[in-house]
């Protein structure tokens, strides 16, 4: 098996809050990351898909073709976004990172043009990072 990875950007803004909860409770658990107005992160996203090279190309996946996928799929919704309030996929959630790295895997799968997807890693930080393989 080959594993062919694509690495992606993107800003967008979001607030840590749980609805339910009171705002002692909200500034508790999410500090900082509960500000009202927001805050923002920029983004990387690594896409790996895994596969057997195709004898005729070599490709496991046509890169071209990936960063269409990702660009459509994913980027063209979040880039520049309030990920609480303008993302379908995440309406309802606390977006954290892990809960994007999943929304992002569930706007993917099925879409990837040959091989399967394996992962999704997710940079909110160059030292957070979640990692989700569905």
């Given at each position: 098996m080959v594993y062919v990875t694509r690495k992606e950007h993107f800003s967008a803004a979001?607030?840590?809050?749980?609805?339910?909860?009171s705002d002692e409770k909200n500034q508790e658990v999410f500090g900082k990351c509960n500000n009202p107005a927001g805050h923002g992160h920029n983004y990387y996203v690594e896409v790996t898909v895994v596969g057997e090279p195709d004898p005729e190309t070599g490709y496991v996946v046509d890169l071209k073709l990936l960063k269409r996928v990702i660009h459509d799929e994913v980027l063209s919704k979040v880039d520049h976004k309030n990920l609480n309030e303008d993302v379908s996929f995440l309406r309802g959630k606390i977006p954290t990172?892990?809960?994007?790295?999943?929304?992002?895997w569930e706007?993917?799968?099925?879409?990837?043009?040959?091989?399967?997807?394996?992962?999704?890693?997710?940079?909110e930080t160059?030292?957070?990072?979640?990692?989700?393989?569905?």
């Open positions: 979001h607030r840590l809050y749980n609805p339910e909860w990172a892990e809960n994007i790295a999943v929304g992002i706007q993917l799968i099925g879409k990837i043009p040959s091989g399967s997807l394996h992962s999704v890693k997710l940079y160059e030292k957070n990072i979640v990692e989700y393989r569905g």
